[in-house]
């Protein structure tokens, strides 16, 4: 059986081992294993499958994801629960950037995994350049 995945070591990178796996849309974004090994970046990569990790929802994203950042939405209540007040101004500019920027990434997947979801919030950390205040 083929592998579901490719790996590449990168010089520049310190010599580490990268992995993207194959989709329906063929390979995926690149993820470093950690590793210089080329055996533990295999068992890292078979590990770290997207396509072994169980699907929280069936739904689609854009399901999933819909009422996120409205006032009346049950995480924005729970902030304020704690004491933290979220003005309309910061809502409607996660609600902006849910429909910018996540939404359309996740349009084309069927259903998202939890860790899918994380993947995705650090990429979108370490490609911005201000930081999300929580």
């Keep these: 059986m083929p592998k579901a995945f490719f790996l590449i070591q990168r010089p520049e990178r310190g010599n580490r081992w990268y992995v993207a796996y194959y989709g329906p849309n063929g390979k995926g974004s690149w993820l470093s294993t ?17 396509a072994n990790t169980p699907h929280i929802d069936k739904r689609g994203f854009a399901l999933f994801a819909a009422g996120w950042f409205e006032p009346d939405h049950e995480w924005v209540k729970r902030q304020e629960a ?24 996740w349009k084309r997947n ?25």
């Design 82 to 105: 704690r004491g933290h007040r979220l003005s309309p101004n910061y809502l409607d500019t996660c609600r902006g950037i849910l429909t910018k920027h996540i939404l359309p990434k």
């Design 110 to 134: 069927c259903s998202a995994s939890l860790k899918a979801l994380c993947q995705c919030q650090v990429v979108l950390l370490q490609n911005s350049d201000e930081g999300i205040n929580h």
């Design 34 to 50: 950690g590793t210089t090994d080329k055996g533990e970046a295999e068992k890292w990569a078979q590990a770290h499958n997207p």
